[in-house]
């Protein structure tokens, strides 16, 4: 349902980060007290929304957040077998950058040197986490690779470039399906896994918001790669291709798209939000960048449009972002289409903030 006071994108992003700064603490955004890729995919968000604005409250929000988890040395508690625990990384570039000292680089320092103690697959490709053994999944792409190719433009340390391409080239090898142009969640090198193709090695099926965090990632390398770099332009073709595969598959009516993208037609198959906002900054990063036509501009319209008409809100008239889908691992139709979904999960809202800033900035 419309709020009748919220008009614009950019509004609508207010009112997500301002209904949940008044519910959280930042350190007590859910999981409490972590460094999480939950609060991080949020705050990225408010972020967005902090460099469109410049409203303090932001800018301080995000900053309790890092300094409730990082020591004055550096020093924090992270996961240190995983992709994931380096997304919320991407917070301390600016903090670095605004206010000066050493702990926030001696923090991304920690974080950049992962690489080098990561699993990989024969071709270098990073295993999403230990426990999953040989498998590259789609959501690594931006949880590491948005972080590594920052850390290169800031830091210097350029060969990070390359070894994020590399990623997504390894990605795009190996789980890009040329019928439909989407990518399965994930690939199994060793074919050990129980949804893993004995022949691909892929996973069965097309998950809404792995694709989302592989658009995400797509946009945001453009973003941070020199105009000069080599493989720009490969970067750029595969944008543009997924950002047309994506558009094909968006529901008519509602303007959203499906928990599993490609089978709208089950019955069983549901809507899902958090995807959805990720696909519609993806198709409104494509068309900012030149790279696809007025198609995919009016699908991002119709999918933002789509998603304020599903938004809620309390008895107190904060937010809600309704229909996301919690997390979950690789598997069969059924493993996704069974998986609860719940309100503000900060996985779709952060995404939602995400998208109205940059359907701001086109419509202007």
Aim: aromatic share 14%; net charge negative; glycine share 8%.
């Amino acid at each position: 349902m419309l709020h009748p006071t919220i008009a614009t994108p950019m509004e609508w992003a207010r009112a997500a980060c301002d209904s949940l700064m008044s519910v959280y603490l930042p350190e007590e955004l859910p999981p409490a007290s972590r460094w999480h890729y939950h609060q991080g995919v949020f705050l990225c968000g408010m972020e967005m929304l902090w460099e469109a604005e410049r409203d303090q409250r932001y800018d301080a929000y995000i900053k309790r957040y890092v300094d409730r988890l990082v020591d004055d040395h550096g020093n924090f508690d992270f996961a240190r077998d995983e992709l994931d625990a380096i997304q919320a990384g991407l917070l301390l570039f600016r903090l670095d950058e605004r206010n000066g000292g050493s702990k926030y680089r001696a923090a991304a320092d920690k974080l950049r040197y992962l690489f080098h103690t990561l699993n990989r697959t024969s071709e270098g490709g990073f295993w999403h986490k230990d426990k999953y053994a040989y498998n590259m999944w789609l959501d690594g792409l931006y949880m590491g690779g948005v972080f590594a190719l920052k850390y290169a433009k800031l830091y210097g340390d350029t060969g990070l470039r390359d070894m994020a391409l590399h990623q997504e080239r390894l990605m795009r090898r190996y789980m890009r399906d040329e019928r439909t142009g989407l990518l399965y969640h994930a690939w199994d090198e060793s074919r050990r896994m129980p949804w893993a193709d004995r022949e691909t090695g892929c996973s069965p099926e097309f998950w809404g918001r792995s694709l989302g965090w592989y658009g995400l990632a797509l946009a945001q390398f453009l973003d941070e790669l020199p105009e000069e770099h080599a493989g720009r332009n490969e970067l750029a073709s595969s944008l543009a291709d997924f950002a047309e595969a994506l558009a094909r598959y968006q529901d008519a009516e509602s303007g959203l798209w499906y928990q599993v993208v490609d089978k709208g037609y089950l019955a069983d198959n549901w809507l899902e939000t958090s995807c959805t906002c990720l696909f519609v900054y993806t198709l409104a990063k494509a068309y900012k960048f030149g790279l696809v036509g007025e198609a995919c501009l009016n699908a991002a319209k119709r999918g933002y449009e789509g998603l304020t008409r599903v938004l809620q809100f309390d008895e107190k008239g904060r937010f809600i972002l309704p229909d996301i889908c919690i997390g979950t691992s690789a598997g069969d139709y059924e493993n996704y289409v069974t998986r609860p979904t719940s309100q503000n999960d900060l996985h779709g809202v952060g995404a939602f903030v995400m998208a109205s800033v940059e359907m701001q900035a086109l419509l202007g």
